[in-house]
């Protein structure tokens, strides 16, 4: 599909920047650009991710870390599976929510194996190692890998499974991805197999707004990281500081877009596409998409993939929900 022969030892593409390589041409190449935002969780973005998260403006944490402390009794209530389970965890990050669930599940001494699943071997080495110094008991069986590789690996029909797809990812995929997304869900899972999910609500749009357009620079950190991954993974030769970070979140549709900005009039050469790529003065690239949703919404996405709602757990401000679904 593309011509490797110029590269030169040091820029061959390895197997997993094919996809990367595909999917950057295909965005650039757009009429609107845009960069699918799973590519920011390379190490850099991942640890960049998890400043974003110790932040005081980014409130979806703390709110689920407040609903994962204060109502784990109730959650594990909830369970009801009677017999040893799992907890497999999506886009696990550094743990540190989930681990006030895991915490209370040990002090009740149920019989439970912990599998975090994430993109970033250097996130799940990182949370591996505090998992273990914080609850030594725990029963862990780390995976790398994204979310659909993994469903094979861990489907077990005899061992029921907590699913674990908190802090608002869902809110990343477009509408329709989202859905195919818990369809595929729930063509995995067993029946009576639960689903705790998180969804950020609409609120007071100032509130959303902070959350991303953060006074610190580090949203803009992030996304700009983008750029640096593709320099260095596709041999590009984008000039980071001739680009700058935009977001806007939009109250009637509940979005929030992040988007990069072309400061001046640019040429960049992507060396392991053989392309060049032009921008114009302020022309936008399309970053992320974080969705946040009403009540109506959650219980549809639900309905539509086959699950039913068990109960809603919310932070005392009811700015998020981790919602908990059952096949
Ligand atoms: C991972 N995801 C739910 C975050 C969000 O809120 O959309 C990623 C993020 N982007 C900017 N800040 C945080």
């Given amino acids: 599909l593309y011509d490797l022969s110029q590269a030169d030892d040091a820029a061959v593409i390895v197997e997993e920047n094919l996809n990367l390589a595909v999917e950057i041409d295909h965005g650039l190449s757009a009429d609107l650009k845009f960069i699918s935002s799973k590519f920011l969780y390379d190490d850099t973005g991942s640890s960049i991710f998890r400043k974003i998260m110790q932040m005081k403006e980014y409130y979806p944490t703390a709110c689920e870390f407040e609903i994962l402390s204060l109502q784990s009794a109730q959650i594990i209530d909830s369970l009801n599976f009677g017999r040893p389970f799992n907890i497999v965890e999506f886009g696990a990050g550094d743990g540190i929510k989930t681990r006030q669930l895991l915490k209370k599940l040990l002090e009740t001494g149920i019989d439970f194996t912990y599998v975090p699943i994430d993109i970033s071997e250097q996130a799940l080495a990182d949370l591996q190692e505090n998992m273990i110094e914080a609850l030594p008991e725990l029963k862990m069986k780390p995976l790398a890998g994204d979310y659909f590789s993994m469903f094979h690996a861990i489907s077990d029909a005899a061992t029921p499974n907590l699913f674990l797809f908190l802090g608002s990812n869902i809110g990343n995929y477009p509408a329709e991805a989202a859905s195919e997304l818990l369809s595929s869900f729930y063509a995995a899972m067993s029946s009576g197999d639960k689903l705790l999910i998180g969804f950020d609500l609409q609120k007071n749009p100032k509130v959303i707004r902070n959350a991303y357009d953060d006074p610190h620079g580090i949203t803009k950190a992030f996304n700009l990281n983008l750029l640096t991954r593709i320099n260095r993974e596709l041999q590009a030769n984008f000039q980071v500081s001739q680009f700058d970070f935009y977001c806007h979140y939009d109250p009637i549709s509940g979005e929030v ?71």
Avoid: M, P
Wanted: charged share 20%.
């Fill in 257 to 327: 877009k992040s988007y990069l900005v072309s400061l001046v009039a640019q040429k960049v050469w992507i060396q392991a596409l053989g392309k060049e790529f032009s921008f114009q003065q302020n022309e936008l690239i399309w970053t992320e998409l974080s969705q946040k949703y009403t009540f109506e919404q959650i219980n549809s996405l639900a309905k539509e993939n086959g699950f039913i709602v068990n109960h809603n757990f919310l932070d005392c401000r009811h700015y998020f929900t981790d919602s908990l679904w059952e096949k």
